[in-house]
């Protein structure tokens, strides 16, 4: 079975190109239909993080949060930005986190360090603890289950 590339980037002199920087194919995953985040998933040599921002959309795509609310109910607009917002800042913090060794400059303000390779352990514990926290929204939308 063959699966297009679902993270094309356009054609230059007639040849098809595609992103494969994990960034470039993150922003592109927060449009993708579910077609598309299967035919990512058959993507050879698939960042970690990307797979995992994938399968969130397809979590998100598969049950919508507001599915039992009326179509027009403000509320709406409101929970797709923030189960989005968190999809993508999860992303982030997880591409930070692989992106994290010795020798990594990180800036804060105008203040710039450079990682040392103990620095990167605790760095990326530091992070992995955040991802932890911050895994899950603690809201839901539905119906509680009776009985």
């Known amino acids: 079975m063959t699966t297009t ?15 494969i920087d994990a960034a470039d194919r993150l922003r592109a995953v927060k ?3 579910l077609a598309k985040c299967h035919a990512a998933l058959q993507v050879h040599g698939l960042q ?5 921002a994938v399968r969130a959309r397809i979590r998100q795509l ?18 797709d ?18 992106g994290s060794k010795e020798g990594t400059k990180l800036q ?3 203040q710039e360090h450079v990682l040392t390779a103990r620095d990167a352990v605790f760095f ?6 955040g991802l932890v926290e911050l895994g899950k929204l ?10």
């Open 5 to 19: 590339n679902p993270f094309a980037a356009g054609i230059y002199n007639g040849v098809q190109t595609y992103t």
């Open 31 to 33: 449009n993708f239909d």
């Open 48 to 52: 970690k993080t990307v797979e995992r």
């Open 62 to 79: 598969e049950k919508p949060p507001s599915a039992l609310l009326a179509k027009d109910d403000p509320i709406l607009d409101v929970l």
């Open 81 to 98: 930005r923030l189960f989005i917002w968190h999809a993508q800042k999860m992303a982030h913090l997880q591409t930070v986190q692989e």
């Open 108 to 110: 804060v303000g105008e």
């Open 124 to 129: 990326k514990l530091g992070i992995e603890v």
């Open 138 to 147: 603690p809201i839901k939308v539905g119906r509680e289950k009776k009985g």
